[in-house]
């Protein structure tokens, strides 16, 4: 069975939402799934300040915090966040720092990886979000999967990342094309992994050292 995770940080819940979609998704499509939350770093008086942050804070208290074992144990990760100042939020970007041993280990290559975002202002820097939280993917040594074209609730000729974010205020959810991306999303993350995760079993993906040029054989 295809082992998906969707890792995600959402501070007022719409990334929450995102994240449900997105396993959902994967889940329609046979896989095992993942969907823990990265913990929050921020001072707890800070967050009670925050309304809609502290509510959703509550709401999750009980479901599990991401690990470094959930990116090991998965063939496909999901990574999603809010945008911060076009940029990925503190709390993810210390977790991905975090996986600095698996990189070394070798763990992470060949693994098939998505992400998402979400932002309230229609340039709020979603699209370097996405790029910034893709050049971590491309370190890994990942397969990044990010092409949607088709899915459901995506209109030919729009960006695909564009369906990807949320830009109303927390109180009115993701709405429910987005959902609808999403969940495609999740979906195609699964059917890649199953057939990346296909190939690496078989031992398709394993480099091989090139064969040493002999007198008999080297041309002159």
Not at 91 to 105: P, Y
Not at 106 to 134: C, M, P, R
């Amino acid at each position: 069975m295809t082992r998906i995770a969707v890792i995600y940080y959402s501070a007022t819940g719409n990334v929450h939402a995102l994240a449900r979609a997105v396993a959902e998704g994967a889940a329609d499509e046979g896989a095992e799934v993942r969907l823990p939350r990265v913990a929050e770093r921020r001072e707890e008086m800070l967050i009670s300040f925050k309304q809609y942050w502290g509510r959703h804070r509550f709401e999750l208290e009980d479901q599990p915090e991401a690990q470094l074992e959930d990116i090991e144990w998965a063939d496909g990760i999901a990574f999603g966040t809010p945008t911060r100042f076009g940029n990925v939020a503190g709390q993810l970007k210390v977790f991905l720092d975090l996986a600095g041993e698996l990189w070394q280990q070798g763990k992470l290559i060949d693994k098939v990886a998505t992400a998402f975002t979400s932002a309230q202002t229609e340039h709020g820097g979603y699209e370097s979000t996405i790029l910034g939280l893709n050049n971590t993917l491309y370190h890994w040594g990942d397969r990044a999967s990010a092409r949607l074209h088709g899915a459901p609730g995506l209109q030919r000729g729009r960006k695909p990342v564009r369906h990807l974010v949320h830009e109303r205020p927390p109180r009115r959810g993701a709405g429910r094309e987005k959902l609808l991306v999403a969940r495609a999303q999740g979906a195609r993350l699964a059917r890649l992994a199953g057939v990346i995760g296909a190939a690496r079993a078989a031992g398709l993906l394993t480099a091989k050292a090139p064969a040493e040029t002999t007198s008999s054989n080297r041309k002159e």
